[in-house]
């Protein structure tokens, strides 16, 4: 029979696929990526532009990529047809492009599915079709505009000569929202203000909400938001903010003074709607949230649920649902939970910028047992598909009824404000529990008079913006439109990765080079920064994969017009900027300083965080004196400028090996005492004298170290005079 090639990217995908395809079928992975843009031409971007053409010229991603192409290319004589099945995205597409031209494919079929069963694979290769070359045309424009970016821009910080690796399109724009942050944090000056309250025998508390004059309208109970970046933190209740102690205490004391009456009583049922199923970046806001898994492990996990058949397609931002899938949830609800069964199917709106050919992450079988896949995943894996799980099936029940109620109460010329809920009916929140606890007030009446217990205050100071979790800079990045759902988790990593922002209580905060970079491209590329800037690009390839834009013209127009004329003037920015005394001012503040001081300035050095060393900083000189950096010494105990010079020094051919009257133990060769540096300490072996025969396999072990008893070697033992 003749055979059949499909070509999927992930190798977690050709068991699953093999079973469900049968033996007229070969199935082969192309592991992700096979080729890249080459380090040939100017800069090393491998493309070149002329007018508005731009020629790329592409090479094997690796060794491994170019043993994948060799065997594809052997594969291909045992059949008579080619389909190629990359996932469904744009990077799909494009690897899917780079197979056809890498194996000389003319018309390859190209096949799409969002979950790997047996009618989604099945439907899909019965419907092929050709590349899309738009899509296409916005992959190959964003490999170049990451690269024209990152291979023109980052020699701007290696400049700095502080360890800044990189610059990047989606990184840089990510890393300045971090970094502005944490400059409000450090501007940040505390305010005190005081909340009042008043207690009534009836059994609740009242907070202060001004006087009867600057009432204000509370006929609409505040609105709940789903955010899956939070967790069900619910904020203590606050009185309107006083700002002295004097007031608050004049407002006790006219509480104390005067009867209390209800002026309004006011208690409704509102219905909250079911969030929306996941897409990528509310899976990794919600799996942070909750389960507390980095971005980067939420998607490792999502991938290896989908390779195994159990969910959807994992990068989306689409929240559509296919009709057959709800109609499955609804038999599900009918079955085993019929109160919670809307009469109709529940529809939620994706973003307008959304592929609506694609499906949100669901499970692919909402009746497979728990209990099954509990043993075949690991507990991590388990727990991701069931937040999958709940969501899904969240998404279809009926709205949660809450009673809210509101009472304000009356005192002299003052208004206070209880606010109270109970959920009267789950819902969709017996699946995802995201509602606030119930706060339940008494039934009372409008005009009833209350009996005072007790007033007071309570003195809290304004606490500055919190630095962003993982979660919720993946949700700010989304708002921000700063990168797509393919790019939020590996540029966290990257920033992790090139220690401009490091992980501290599960917060993002930058560390002292992040700061420094940030600082430095806010004056050298300013624009690259702005998230308006960043989105307006990506705008830009949604566009040409919408075939609104040809993707040459947008990248050499763009070139010209912008990024050329700013690297321009970036230059003359590194130039003033050798980092001497002006721009490290801005610095000055920032980072910690420590006791010890510059040895030719004499001013207090600065605490530089590093990965690399064992203290996790080392002392830097921010005054001015670029060369001087110190390095702690575990064995002295003090700081110490590096050691090169110092190792230079002791094995300089000035300070000839000293022969001694001990043989070596192997050509009988007079042994010499040899000095070196280790670990900041002075050593001395010995080892054979002549130089030409220490390089040959029998004198590897033929050194003796100086111990205690005298030398020793651990092959020969002690050494005898």
């Known amino acids: 029979m003749a055979k059949r090639l499909l070509v999927v990217e992930s190798p977690g995908k050709v068991k699953k696929l093999s079973q469900i395809l049968g033996s007229e079928w070969i199935v082969r992975a192309s592991c992700g990526h096979i080729r890249e843009l080459s380090n040939e031409g100017d800069d090393s971007l491998g493309f070149t532009m002329e007018g508005s053409s731009v020629q790329c010229r592409y090479v094997p991603r690796d060794q491994k990529a170019q043993e994948t192409i060799q065997q594809l290319k052997a594969t291909l004589k045992q059949v008579n047809e080619v389909v190629l099945a990359t996932d469904p995205d744009r990077e799909g597409e494009t690897i899917a492009w780079h197979l056809k031209e890498a194996l000389g494919l003319r018309e390859p079929k190209r096949v799409v599915y969002t979950e790997i069963t047996e009618s989604a694979v099945r439907n899909a290769i019965a419907n092929p079709r050709k590349l899309d070359a738009n899509l296409v045309g916005a992959g190959l424009c964003r490999d170049c505009l990451d690269k024209l970016v990152g291979y023109k821009g980052s020699p701007l910080v290696w400049a700095l000569n502080n360890g800044a690796k990189s610059v990047g399109r989606v990184q840089s724009a990510t890393l300045h929202l971090i970094c502005q942050r944490e400059r409000e944090i450090q501007s940040f000056v505390p305010q005190d203000y005081w909340s009042v309250w008043v207690d009534y025998v009836e059994g609740f508390r009242a907070f202060y909400q001004g006087p009867v004059n600057g009432r204000q309208t509370t006929s609409e109970a505040e609105t709940e938001v789903n955010d899956d970046a939070a967790g069900n933190n619910q904020a203590a209740p606050e009185s309107t903010r006083v700002l002295s102690q004097a007031e608050a205490t004049r407002l006790v004391e006219e509480a104390r003074r005067y009867p209390h009456q209800i002026v309004q009583f006011e208690g409704k049922v509102v219905n909250r709607q079911p969030p929306p199923p996941f897409i990528t970046s509310t899976l990794q806001q919600a799996a942070g949230s909750r389960l507390k898994f980095a971005p980067e492990k939420t998607m490792q996990l999502a991938q290896k649920l989908y390779e195994a058949g159990l969910i959807t397609y994992m990068r989306t931002d689409s929240v559509m649902l296919s009709p057959e899938f709800c109609a499955s949830v609804r038999q599900w609800l009918e079955q085993n939970d019929p109160q919670n069964l809307p009469q109709q199917t529940t529809k939620h709106r994706s973003r307008k910028t959304a592929q609506e050919a694609h499906e949100a992450i669901r499970p692919t079988d909402v009746f497979r047992p728990s209990s099954q896949l509990r043993i075949e995943l690991l507990p991590d894996e388990f727990s991701l598909y069931v937040l999958i799980w709940k969501r899904a099936v969240a998404s279809q029940c009926g709205a949660a009824q809450l009673r809210k109620t509101v009472i304000i109460t009356q005192s002299g010329t003052l208004l206070w404000q209880a606010r109270g809920q109970v959920v009267e009916f789950l819902g969709y929140a017996r699946y995802w529990p995201n509602l606030s606890k119930d706060t339940i007030l008494p039934n009372l009446q409008q005009g009833q008079m209350l009996t005072f217990e007790n007033a007071g205050d309570e003195q809290k100071q304004t606490q500055p913006p919190p630095r962003y979790s993982e979660p919720k800079l993946v949700q700010l990045m989304e708002r921000k439109g700063i990168g797509r759902p393919s790019t939020y988790s590996p540029t966290i990593a990257t920033l992790k990765k090139r220690d401009y922002v490091q992980l501290i209580k599960d917060n993002l905060q930058p560390t002292a080079l992040g700061l420094e ?205």
């Open 517 to 721: 970079v940030d600082a430095f491209l806010q004056k050298a590329l300013p624009d690259l920064l702005e998230t308006e800037f960043t989105a307006k690009m990506e705008d830009a390839l949604d566009a040409i994969a919408q075939g609104k834009q040809p993707w040459q013209q947008y990248l050499t127009t763009w070139n010209q017009n912008y990024f050329a004329p700013a690297l321009t003037k970036a230059k003359t920015v590194v130039v003033s900027s050798a980092l001497p005394p002006k721009a490290n001012t801005v610095f000055e503040q920032k980072l910690p300083t420590s006791r010890t001081r510059c040895p030719q300035c004499h001013n207090y050095l600065a605490k530089i965080k590093s990965s690399k060393v064992k203290k996790k900083y080392f002392l830097k000189c921010v005054s001015g004196c670029a060369d001087t950096v110190l390095f702690w010494n575990e064995y002295t105990k003090i700081w110490e400028p590096p050691r090169t010079q110092t190792a230079k020094a002791v094995n300089s051919p000035k300070s000839a090996p000293k022969l001694t009257k001990y043989p070596c133990p192997v050509c009988k060769q007079p042994l010499e005492e040899y000095s070196y540096i280790k670990e900041g300490q002075s050593k001395t072996l010995l080892r054979c004298s002549a130089s030409q025969s220490r390089n040959d396999q029998k004198h590897k072990d033929a050194a003796y170290f100086s111990t205690a008893k005298g030398w020793w070697s651990p092959k020969f033992g002690e050494l005898n005079g």
